[in-house]
């Protein structure tokens, strides 16, 4: 068993954590009050989506982004 409970090993769970927080703490804090929580956006990843690779969904979103689709 892996981290958490997962397939994750600890040594992946910490550099995707890490990787994660060093992305979130460049955004200024006075910005960070309107951004939803990672747990609220997480909860609200529809059924359809879980279907799907994580390296899908990242294609899919960049793809949206950059046709500006969501921003």
Avoid: C, H
């Amino acid at each position: 068993m892996g981290f958490v409970g997962t397939s994750i090993t600890k040594e992946d769970a910490e550099v995707i954590l890490t990787s994660l927080v060093k992305a979130y703490s460049v955004i200024p804090s006075q910005l960070k009050q309107y951004i939803p929580t990672l747990e609220l956006m997480l909860e609200t990843i529809p059924d359809e989506a879980r279907k799907y690779s994580l390296e899908e969904l990242i294609t899919l979103l960049a793809w949206a982004a950059k046709n500006q689709i969501v921003i």
